[in-house]
């Protein structure tokens, strides 16, 4: 279930990611567009408008033939009065005249604005450029209301506002300018609520978008995820499970493909079941069939060999030879089916709570008659406290005594050094013996089964060949590995280490391969 | 004269058995199928039974049944297979040991005697043994919860009275091994767990829980407390 979430809320994300990016370019765009085209048609209508004000009261003062200061004053107060009249519901400019700093007008300053405005709202610069042509002028300020007596603080209130600013020639009285403070208050409400809906419009079609992709990823995933838990099913070993198959798109192929797959598995491994089950019976019958005529032979052999003293030489040394052979059958036959087991994968771990040093101690003990036959003698070292693990027992002394009988047979009488250790993750036994040794690239080769170190040496000791390689599959059932180093001429060393947790990897090592 | 019981359906190899048995001074019966087991064994019950698991008529392991429901006469299987569930299921049948087909004369002859000697009872000790309401009479080879008599084959006697004569001793399954079957540097757990586990059900009030034999996680057995004896 978490696969699908993740696959679908990759698809969502990227969905969202994406669709925001598109759609808040594509919104700004708009956006922008809109409110320029509202301004721009704004500042036309107000340019216009503006020109043919100046034009109004450049009119009626050529017309007027006004000449009186007291008369220019009247003039001034009418014409700013006419304009702060509002009509309907149409908000009018805020209108300011301004007496131009000339040299004609110097003695006769009358400066008059709707409203009180604030000459603040002019800034100087704006003013400059406005006296510096005859073309109107505009730009981008704020309307300062003065405090009205009312407010117990003089606050000054703002506006922002659109400013128009033009050069007016009054007859007799030199040149002035006009200025309209057109308030941006509706446009910008207007702007405002064209980015509102822009922005709901956007959050909208992200969303939308983001239903639309769920409502398909859902179609492509719900059969993946399907997929996917009958896979799991299949790893876990339950063939049964099969996809439905709808329609013949993609996912039918999916689902096709997939079931093909699963009923090839399905045959493959009943295949190798059957083969396994096979090479099982095999090994129990050929085991049987063999033991027993084998058990026969020896007690025969036995019983003729304990009375070979009766016998003349030849038959005696005949019962001698026919024993030891039979010995060695018996051995070659015992590890040719344990090879055969492991192979068949059939083999078990029968573990229990043990005492590594106290095992050791009697694969020692038993070994200890041969070695002394061999004119060896075993060194043992192991640490002072029970080393407590789970082994297998039976596996555990079959591996140490195919590495103590393999140094008893290369290690040339000399005496033989076994250790155990223990650390945290791992127990080691080591075997050092100080004979013959290994020649380079042997020390892997040594558990390859029926390898030889030398075929031309003597088989005094009549080995199967097999025992290494066993004894490392017996390591590897404990999760464990056998590692072997030595050289020419002065012993070799073989390192058996187990994880004391057998699910644990083996990281461990207590031994250095080095002699 | 000691009577030796052979059950096998291999003709030569039962030959073979008795050629040795009879030199070791051994009587023996040789009895091919194991549907004809029963008869022979009532007629002349034998001291020891050496028993095939692989054989015509009736399985060993069916045979094994049998023979113990009648009687606490030691047997020792002879299996082709070491397989541990081979094993088991003979033991758990109520096999006393059993050896793996090929096997030294040496062996057989071993576990064969070992399983017919008695375990001597020291002088020195008292003739009975009590503990957790279970009495061990060493001359009469009796145990008895009560007054009821719970009848023990010899192994499983022997090996209850080596637990119970040191009752305060840990006894490794090496050691016991040593003591009651008389092997030497042998690892074969198996034989223990299960003969333990039979003792078990047979003298425990309740097996799964018991009292008077007990485990020690990783070491081995030790017998019951005596002080919680009433």
């Keep these: 279930m978490r696969f699908v979430n993740s696959l679908a809320f990759r698809v969502l994300g990227t969905t969202l990611l994406l669709s925001t990016i598109l759609v808040s370019i594509l919104a700004s765009v708009l956006n922008q567009r809109l409110s320029d085209g509202i301004r721009e048609s704004k500042i036309e209508s107000a340019l216009n408008e503006s020109q043919s004000k100046i034009f109004q009261t450049e009119n009626r003062f050529t017309l007027a033939e006004v000449t009186a200061v007291s008369d220019f004053r009247d003039a001034i107060d009418r014409t700013i009065t006419e304009f702060a009249d509002t009509k309907g519901n149409e908000r009018n400019p805020e209108v300011m005249i301004l007496q131009a700093k000339s040299p004609q007008s110097r003695f006769l300053i009358y ?88 922005l709901v419009g956007a959050i909208a079609l992200v969303l939308v978008l983001l239903l639309i992709v769920w409502a398909v990823s859902r179609q492509v995933v719900t059969p993946i995820s399907r997929a996917a838990e009958i896979a799991e099913k299949l790893s876990a070993g339950d063939f049964a499970e099969r ?44 085991s049987h069939e063999l033991r027993t005529p084998l058990t026969t032979l020896k007690m025969a052999s036995d019983l003729i060999y304990r009375q070979r003293h009766e016998f003349d030489p030849t038959i005696s040394r005949s019962a001698e030879l026919l024993s030891a052979q039979l010995e060695r059958f018996e051995n070659l036959l015992t590890e040719l089916l344990e090879v055969s087991r492991f192979d068949a994968g059939v083999v078990n771990l029968e573990p229990e709570i043990t005492d590594i040093s106290a095992l050791v101690e009697r694969s020692l003990e038993a070994l200890t008659p041969i070695a002394e036959e061999n004119g060896t003698t075993f060194r043992y070292t192991h640490p002072a406290t029970p080393v407590m693990t789970v082994v297998d027992p039976r596996r555990m002394d079959r591996i140490l005594r195919n590495l103590l009988s393999n140094a008893i047979s290369y290690g040339e009488g000399k005496p033989i050094d076994v250790e155990v250790r223990v650390g945290e993750k791992s127990i080691a036994v080591a075997v ?28 005094t000791r009549g080995g199967t060949g097999l025992g290494l390689s066993i004894a490392q599959e017996d390591a590897q059932l404990h999760g464990g590995v056998i590692e072997a180093t030595g050289q020419y001429g002065r012993g070799s060393l073989f390192v058996l280490t187990i994880p004391r947790d057998r699910s644990e990897e083996l990281t461990e090592k207590l031994f250095s391969l080095t002699i | 004269m000691t009577l030796i019981m052979v059950v096998d359906d291999d003709q030569d190899l039962a030959e073979m058995l008795a050629i040795v048995l009879t030199g070791e001074g051994m009587e023996v019966d040789l009895v091919s199928r194991g549907d004809q087991v029963m008869d022979v064994f009532r007629n002349s019950p034998p001291d020891l039974v050496l028993l095939d698991l692989m054989l015509p008529g009736l399985d060993g392991i069916e045979v094994c049944k049998l023979i113990r429901a009648d009687s606490m006469v030691p047997i020792v299987m002879l299996t082709a297979k070491g397989d541990t569930t081979d094993v088991v ?85 090496e050691a016991l091994l ?51 004896q009433k």
């Design chain 1, 111 to 198: 400066e008059r604005s709707t409203n009180q405005i604030s000459k603040g709202s002019i800034s100087e610069e704006f003013r400059t450029r406005v006296l510096a042509t005859r073309e109107l002028q505009f730009t981008y300020g704020e309307i300062l209301y003065p405090s009205t007596f009312l407010t117990p603080v003089p606050i000054e209130r703002a506006e922002s506002a659109l400013i128009i600013g033009g050069q007016m020639n009054l007859k007799n009285f030199g040149q002035f300018e006009m200025y309209f403070l057109y308030s941006t208050a509706p446009e910008d409400a207007t702007i405002s609520l064209i980015s509102r809906t822009l």
């Design chain 1, 243 to 286: 996809m439905q198959v709808e329609g013949a798109d993609e996912i039918a192929r999916l689902g096709l493909s997939f079931n093909e797959m699963a009923g090839a598995l399905q045959n493959q491994i009943s295949r190798l079941e059957n083969l396994s089950r096979v090479q099982q019976r095999f090994v129990s019958d050929v």
């Design chain 1, 432 to 459: 050092r013996d100080y004979g013959i040794g290994l020649r380079k690239g042997e020390e892997t080769r040594v558990f390859d089964r029926f390898w030889r170190a030398d075929p031309s040496r003597e088989r």
């Design chain 2, 89 to 173: 299921k003979g033991l758990e049948a109520g096999a006393d040991d059993y050896i793996v087909k090929p096997f030294q004369t040496n062996e057989l002859l071993a576990r064969i005697k070992a399983r017919l000697r008695r375990v001597p009872t020291p002088s020195t000790a008292s003739s009975k043994l009590e503990f957790g309401g279970v009495s061990i009479d060493l001359i009469a080879h009796e145990v008895r919860r009560g007054e009821k008599v719970i009848a023990l084959t010899r192994l499983e006697f022997d090996l209850l009275l080596a637990l119970a004569r040191e009752p305060g001793r840990v006894f490794t399954r």
């Design chain 2, 178 to 228: 040593a003591e009651v079957w008389g092997y030497r540097h042998s690892s074969d757990t198996r034989l223990v767990n299960v003969h333990i586990q039979r003792i078990r059900s047979k003298i425990e009030r309740d097996p799964n829980q018991p009292e008077l034999v007990l485990t020690v996680r990783g070491v081995g057995y030790r017998a019951g407390n005596f002080t919680e």
